[in-house]
Each structure stands twice: as structure tokens, then as C-alpha cells.
């Protein structure tokens, strides 16, 4: 066994971790470590060394290093790196701990391709994007309910699942985890003057602010910055009556309210004590948390008034909360249901300008759809804006896929690079509204699963956005590679079979398009108000704005005028992506099992089973869509015999979806989602599939009618 000698001139918490990532990847490759030493040593000179310097002593380094809270500090540290090797000896330099923490991470993707003994090794990289995070919201006054957060109260307050999280993160070059509710304040601090509306104990208090230091701190160690987002203004009941308001005017999630909502959102925005609770609440915060490094918040939702009144109520708390502490920290306002311009000209004299931000939903609540979103330009968002005076940060939104495995590279890749481009956003943070990825409640325990947390079985997803949004130019290969430490020998059949089946939600999303997560969630063919999209939905849907595609009903025209824009995207093309990528998945998936090894790691398998799944998903909508289509074929030309054809290919729909219920079921098991509030089991709507078939026969019926009617 050789000897690989490290040596490291700088400790600290980030250069350890990094270390200690260099030492798995060497020990796994069969290596024996040694060291960290502090110095390198000329007699014997060791080969080959590992050296690990800075080269810069700055004063914001050294307090870095030393935990100060670096107040005055710049906007982002320098996270740049070179590797550089040659004669034995590989050598990470930067000028922050962050930097040489990602130098580090870099040479243990370079032991895990053997290349990093090579002479004349020379990398040097500095992020694409300032902030790379997660949106993660927690199950603590969440903004709607359902399994996800009620099945991870207690995960969210275990240390063990932060500190494997952030260490998650931290790998694949996170700096970023910003956390929603609606309301923490109570959970996190009290006041003295507000010390009726905190329902706990002075004990379970100081329990929360020993767990959020702890929480913060394992952050902070791993270079990731912690932002707390809000909704305005939410009061949960016992907060209510604390602050000496009826319990009508609480509102503990969206819609429950037991007065009309409009008429209590007024009546909290204009209660004094209300506001100077915000305040009070902001301010305790930041003194509190020291490792606290941005707050953020909208002035629209569950508020009232014009948009300058509704404003002015977030200067006056959130800003002044601000101001009051003293800490110069990021304040991120986003813009839902507000003018930016109003909000820039109101809220960004109020704060350090390098400290201000304008948070936007990218791509509303689809990111799985086109990786270049065209709403900024539709919908005229920055009208009004200077753009080279304005930070923006994007929230990038997954409300597509919260069950099987989804891991293209080349879709991330463009979309991160479109995100680039744009001069103005320094960055983005990613996630769900109505999931989070903690503990793996969906997944049955017992079979295969080995592991905890549902981010393990979504690994790939997590090392793809981060990754590729600190360097977009990360070659494939590099996840290829981290594939095998879950896959084994079948990570390269798994991680193509991953990139053909990811492909088949972003088709049917631009296709059939619905703006908001409780509209439509296309893993599962739901809405929250009507259930299972039926094929009639289909036929009246809209494509995504600004995608390029061209809808079902609006194809069946223009293909009786003479044909489409051969620039555009058809619903025949949709319907080619998903025959041909469910066939792709499902060949890879079968070239995976014909291996028969003797020992087959626990999340291969696992991936076989989302591979077959997510095919048979892709060939149900295959079958789904082009049965719409005859259908408007049918009503265009005046042809009921196409509902016919219609109904056949939803006949076959059926059994693609019994397929999808069968692989779904061998190891996943029902929960009620969050925001879409339905069940999310493919065998619970079988009968609503079969209700198709009927559907189309009954148009058929129709249009037959009227044909003899008109004859």
C-alpha cells in the first residue's frame, strides 16, 4: 500500500472537512494517509505530498479562520483556487478558508479520476455564481401542510440530519441555505417586552437557541450562509393572543383564517403592536445569531392596501429590525405580487446597498420545464429597473419530481449558464414549496433502504445544481464518477439511464404548462382542485409561455393549414421525447438487472425501480397526449372517428399506468402532499385513468351528433 503524505499550513474547520474529503477519496483508491502535518519536511522529503496553503494573510481571512463575525467584511469571501502539480508534490492555494476548502474538494474528484499525480496538474477556478443554495422550507409554521413537514417535525430539530445536510452541501459547493416559515420568531427568540406571545417555556427557549447556535455554527464551519425567509404577516394563535389580539386574527397557514382574510390582514397590518412585534423580532434575531447571515421576506402575501402601504409596513419593521442590531447582513425582498420598482425605490435607500437584493421565482414553480424561462421578458418584470444598480438573487423552484430520481446533466448545465449570463443575478437558491428533502418517509423501510435521508436517494439531483452552479463547465464524467460511490459497477448504465428519464417531465411541462405548484404536479398528473388531469385538461392546455412550443389544439389547426413553424416545438415532437427517452430508461434500466451481480448496492437497485417507473410515466403521457391530440384533430376536421383512435391509445395509458403503480409500489408508499393537498399513490387513481377512455368515447359521441345534426 503506498503512502500519500498531507501537509496543511492552515486549520480550520473548512480546511478539515476538505481534508478530510481528500482522505476518503486516497483511502478508498487504497491509499495510506498521513498527516496533516502543519509544515512540509525536506529530510526525508516525503512523495507524494499534498500541500495545502494560503496565500493571502488578510485581515478578513484571519478573522474567518478565527469565527469573528467579520462585520465589516465584503458581500462574499474570494472562493477561488488553483491546484497545481509536479514532481510528486500537489499544492492547493487561496486566499480563504472557503476557496482551499473547494481546492481541496477538487483534488478528491482528481484522486477519484487518478489523475491527480500527473506532472504539470494546473487548475484554477473561481465560482460561476456568488450564491449556490437551497430553498429549504421548514415543517415549523409551514406555509401549507401535508407529510412532508409533519413527517419531519422532529428530523428538523436533529442535529445529526443538519450536520449530514450541510455537509451534503458542502461537497457539491453550496454556500447558501436559506430557510422559510411563516413564522419562527417564537421558536428562535423571545423578548422581554413581547414575552406573552412566546408559548414556550424559558427552558424549551433556551433549548431552541442552543440547537439553532449549533445548527448555524456547523454552517458556518462548512461556508455556508444561513438566510431566514418569511411571509408577511403571519400570526400563529398563541402569538395572537399574546400580542393581545382576538384568535380570529390569527392566521397560522394560507386560508384558515375565521374572518374574512382581507379583512384580518388589515386589521393585523395596522395593529401597532403587531408591527413593533416584527421589529422587536428582527432585531433579536440578528443580536441572538450572530451566524445569521441574511433575512428575507415579501410585502404582499396575507397583507393589504396598495402596494406603497404594504411597503412601507416592511421598512418599518424588517428594515428598522435591522438597523436596530447593527449587523450589516444581506436583506433579500422578494417580488411576488409587487412592483419591483416600488420596492427598490422604498425599501433600498433604507440599507447598505451591496446588502440589498431582489429575490424573483425564475421559473414560478417549474424548474423542470425549459432551462432558458423567458418570464422576465413576458411579463416585463424589470420594467423601471437599472439593472447594473440592482443584486438579484432567483429562487429556482422544483415542484416537478419529489419522488423518483431526476439527474440530467445537460439541462442543469444551461440552465445554470443561462443564470450566468445574466450579469445582474449572483446567484440562486433551489428547492421546493411543497417538499423537503430530510427524512425519507417515502420510501418504505424495509427491501433495500439503507440509508435515512431522503437527500441520499436524491444525491445526484443535490451534486448537480450545486456543482455546476460553482463551475457550469464540470464535465459529465465527474458525476459519473460520484454515481459510483452509491452505484457501484452499474453507475454508468444508472446515471445514463438518470439523464434519458429526467428528460420526460420538462417535455410534458412545457406542453401542458400550469404556473403554481398546487395547479399541477406533473410527477403524479395532479391538481389540487380537481385531481388527476384528465385528457379533456390536456386538450385545453396551454404550452409554456415563451418556450417555443406549440399547444395541442393550436397544432390541430395550424396542421390543417399547412403545418406548424418548423423552428417550433409540436406536440408530435413531445410525444417523440417521451417514446424515446421511456425506451431509453427502460433499456438502460434492464441492461442494469441482466448484470445479475452477486452483490448489487442497495440505491442501484433503487434506481432501477425509478427507472422502470418514470418510463412507464413517460410512455402513459406519450399515449395521454397524442390521444388529445386526435381529439382535437377530431373536433378541427370534424372527423369523430379520431375519438376512436383516442380512445384506444387511452386504453393504453391504462396499462402504462398499472406498469407505473407496480414499480412505484414495490417500494415507495402513499403520503398527502403539501400544496397540490391530494394523496400522491398511482393505484389510488386507476379508476380516474380508466374515466378517460370514457371521456373521449363520450366527445366522440358528441362531435357524431352533431355531424348528423348539421347533415
Not at 485581515?59 to 474567518?64: G, I, L, Q
Not at 451591496?354 to 421559473?363: G, H, L, Q
Not at 456543482?467 to 452499474?490: H, K, M, N, W
Not at 406548424?564 to 434492464?590: F, G, K, N, Q, R
Amino acid at each position: 500500500m503506498s503512502t500519500v503524505y498531507i501537509v496543511s499550513e492552515v486549520r480550520s474547520p473548512l480546511v478539515d472537512f476538505g481534508l478530510a474529503e481528500i482522505r476518503t477519496a486516497l483511502q478508498a483508491d487504497g491509499f495510506e494517509v498521513v498527516g496533516p502535518w502543519p509544515e512540509l519536511r525536506d529530510d526525508p522529503r516525503p512523495e507524494p505530498v499534498i500541500v495545502v496553503r494560503r496565500v493571502s494573510s488578510s485581515d478578513e481571512v484571519a478573522a474567518f479562520v478565527a469565527g469573528a463575525d467579520g462585520l465589516s467584511g465584503p458581500t462574499y469571501p474570494d472562493e477561488s483556487f488553483t491546484v497545481s502539480g509536479a514532481g510528486g508534490r500537489v499544492v492547493v492555494e487561496a486566499a480563504h478558508p472557503r476557496g482551499l476548502l473547494y481546492g481541496c474538494l477538487e483534488v478528491a474528484d482528481l484522486v477519484r479520476a487518478q489523475t491527480w499525480t500527473e506532472d504539470g496538474l494546473d487548475v484554477a477556478k473561481s465560482p460561476s455564481l456568488s450564491v449556490r443554495g437551497v430553498k429549504f422550507n421548514l415543517p415549523y409554521e409551514p406555509y401549507s401542510n401535508g407529510d412532508p413537514f409533519r413527517q419531519n417535525l422532529e428530523t428538523c430539530f436533529d442535529l445529526e440530519f443538519w450536520r449530514d445536510y450541510l455537509d451534503e452541501l458542502a461537497r457539491n459547493r453550496y454556500n447558501c441555505l436559506s430557510l422559510w416559515s411563516l413564522h419562527p420568531f417564537h421558536l428562535m427568540v423571545s423578548s422581554p417586552e413581547f414575552r406573552d406571545a412566546n408559548p414556550f417555556t424559558d427552558e424549551e427557549i433556551a433549548d431552541h437557541e442552543r440547537f439553532f447556535h449549533a445548527l448555524f455554527g456547523h454552517a458556518r464551519d462548512r461556508g455556508i450562509d444561513v438566510y431566514l425567509f418569511t411571509w408577511n404577516i403571519y400570526l400563529p394563535e398563541p402569538v395572537a393572543r399574546g400580542l393581545g389580539l382576538p384568535a380570529a386574527l390569527a392566521n397560522s397557514s394560507e386560508g384558515t383564517e375565521t374572518i374574512n382574510r382581507w379583512d384580518a390582514a388589515r386589521a393585523r397590518q395596522r395593529a401597532p403592536q403587531v408591527s413593533a412585534y416584527y421589529e422587536e423580532m428582527i432585531y433579536r434575531l440578528l443580536v441572538t445569531y450572530p451566524e445569521l447571515d441574511g433575512i428575507g421576506t415579501s410585502g404582499s402575501e396575507a397583507m393589504s392596501g396598495t402596494g406603497s402601504e404594504k411597503e412601507q409596513w416592511v421598512v418599518d419593521t424588517y428594515l428598522r429590525g435591522i438597523e436596530r442590531s447593527g449587523r450589516r447582513v444581506k436583506f433579500l425582498h422578494r417580488t411576488n405580487m409587487q412592483s419591483t420598482a416600488d420596492i427598490i425605490a422604498m425599501a433600498k435607500p433604507m440599507i447598505d446597498p451591496t446588502r440589498f437584493y431582489i429575490s424573483w421565482k425564475y421559473s414560478i414553480a417549474h424548474c423542470y420545464s425549459h432551462p432558458r424561462p423567458a418570464f422576465e421578458d413576458l411579463l416585463h418584470v424589470w420594467d423601471g429597473v437599472d439593472l447594473e444598480q440592482t443584486q438579484f438573487l432567483f429562487t429556482v423552484r422544483n415542484d416537478d419530481v419529489h419522488t423518483h430520481r431526476w439527474g440530467d446533466v445537460d439541462y442543469v448545465r444551461e440552465y445554470v449558464r443561462g443564470i450566468v449570463e445574466k450579469n445582474y443575478a449572483h446567484g440562486f437558491y433551489w428547492g421546493a414549496d411543497g417538499y423537503l428533502w430530510a427524512r425519507d418517509f417515502q420510501h418504505v423501510d424495509h427491501g433495500h433502504k439503507t440509508w435515512r435521508w431522503d437527500f441520499e436517494r436524491q444525491r445526484l439531483q443535490f451534486q448537480l445544481w450545486g456543482r455546476l452552479a460553482y463551475d457550469p463547465d464540470t464535465a459529465s464524467d465527474v458525476f459519473e464518477r460520484l454515481a459510483r460511490i452509491d452505484y457501484g459497477d452499474d453507475a454508468p448504465t444508472l446515471y445514463e439511464g438518470l439523464r434519458h428519464a429526467s428528460k420526460i417531465i420538462p417535455a410534458v411541462n412545457r406542453l401542458c404548462w400550469l404556473d403554481l405548484d398546487f395547479q399541477w404536479h406533473p410527477e403524479g398528473c395532479l391538481t389540487r382542485d380537481h385531481g388527476l388531469r384528465t385528457v379533456l385538461d390536456f386538450l385545453d392546455s396551454s404550452p409554456m409561455p415563451g418556450a417555443g412550443t406549440i399547444g395541442i389544439r393550436e397544432f390541430a389547426r395550424t396542421e390543417l393549414r399547412g403545418g406548424a413553424d418548423a423552428s417550433a416545438e409540436t406536440p408530435l415532437d413531445v410525444i417523440a421525447v417521451l417514446t424515446e427517452e421511456s425506451h431509453a430508461a427502460d433499456e438502460l434500466a434492464t441492461e442494469a438487472e441482466d448484470r445479475t451481480p452477486s452483490w448489487r448496492e442497495p440505491l442501484a437497485t433503487c434506481a432501477i425501480l425509478d427507472l422502470r417507473a418514470t418510463a412507464a410515466l413517460g410512455r402513459y403521457y406519450a399515449a395521454k397526449i397524442e390521444a388529445a391530440l386526435e381529439l382535437a384533430r377530431a373536433e378541427e376536421r370534424e372527423e369523430p372517428e379520431r375519438a376512436v383512435r383516442s380512445a384506444e391509445l387511452l386504453d393504453q395509458a391504462v396499462e402504462h399506468w398499472k406498469a407505473l403503480g407496480f414499480f412505484w409500489g414495490q417500494h415507495y408508499q402513499p403520503y398527502q402532499m403539501a400544496r397540490v393537498d391530494r394523496i400522491f399513490g398511482y393505484p389510488f387513481y386507476l379508476d380516474d385513468v380508466r374515466r378517460d377512455v370514457r371521456l373521449a368515447q363520450d366527445l366522440g359521441d358528441r362531435l357524431s351528433r352533431q355531424g348528423e345534426v348539421t347533415q
